[in-house]
């Protein structure tokens, strides 16, 4: 079955720390990729997205990610977090040839930053 | 920058009783879109609406669940006896050609008592 996988489901970090969190797909076929946040009691928004091409994406708040299609994996990066970046983190695929352009999230990644 | 409006934010209904739940797309926008977030879980996608039809559909749409774009501006979810596990934050999404542009609305939290 298609499925997104988030390994990292809670991280603490404190500020200035760099972060990486993890996103595996299981799909074969050419795939779309997103990470979106989730701050506490918001909506969901679009941190940055793959879609070709460059498979180094910067997005928005200093957020980049890198696509490996050999690893199936879309791992969302920053160099150094700040408080404000506590939040609730969704990695999300839909596939190419996806008539409905469904987004199959993953479980999310809980995000706390310490001062 | 072209918001995803969504109504009401927070709605409370008894168990049995009908629902709509209501969207307003960005308007030049083709695709539709509904997604569900129960409580502590991931987001989950309910449907996908374009061309005036239901272009795809996940197992959690059962027939209890209805969409519909009445008025060309509007979008719709309807529950028709809703149970206490509808109970969750509705979202509404729109896209322009397929994926691009793929926009969230803010979310209606329902609970179902």
């Known amino acids: 079955a298609q499925s997104v996988s988030q390994h990292n489901h809670h991280v603490i970090l404190s500020e200035a720390a760099s972060l990486e969190l993890g996103c595996n797909y299981s799909?074969?076929?050419?795939?779309?990729l997103f990470w979106y946040v989730q701050y506490p009691g918001q909506h969901l928004q679009l941190l940055l997205k793959?879609?070709?091409?460059?498979?180094l994406v910067k997005g928005i708040k200093g957020f980049e990610a890198e696509f490996i299609k050999s690893k199936f994996s879309f791992n969302l990066r920053k160099p150094s977090v700040q408080w404000s970046d506590t939040a609730e983190y969704f990695c999300?695929?839909?596939?190419?040839?996806?008539?409905?352009?469904?987004?199959?999230f993953g479980k999310g990644t809980s995000l706390l930053v310490t001062p | 920058e072209p918001e995803v409006t969504q109504t009401p934010s927070h709605q409370v209904t008894q168990m049995g009783q009908e629902v709509i739940l209501r969207c307003v797309p960005i308007?030049?926008?083709?695709?539709f879109y509904w997604y569900r977030q129960i409580l502590g879980q991931k987001v989950e996608f309910l449907v996908s609406?374009?061309?005036?039809?239901?272009?795809?559909k996940s197992e959690i749409f059962d027939d209890q669940f209805s969409v519909e774009r009445p008025d060309g501006s509007n979008f719709t979810l309807k529950i028709r006896s809703t149970k206490l596990e509808d109970s969750a934050m509705y979202f509404c999404?729109?896209?322009?050609?397929?994926?691009?542009?793929?926009?969230f609305g803010s979310g209606t939290r329902l609970t179902v008592v």
């Open positions: 999404a729109s896209s322009g050609q397929g994926i691009y542009g793929y926009t």
């Open positions: 799909y074969g076929g050419t795939v779309n």
């Open positions: 793959y879609f070709s091409g460059d498979p």
């Open positions: 999300a695929v839909t596939l190419n040839s996806n008539s409905g352009y469904a987004l199959n």
């Open positions: 308007s030049n926008h083709l695709y």
């Open positions: 609406f374009y061309n005036n039809e239901i272009s795809e």
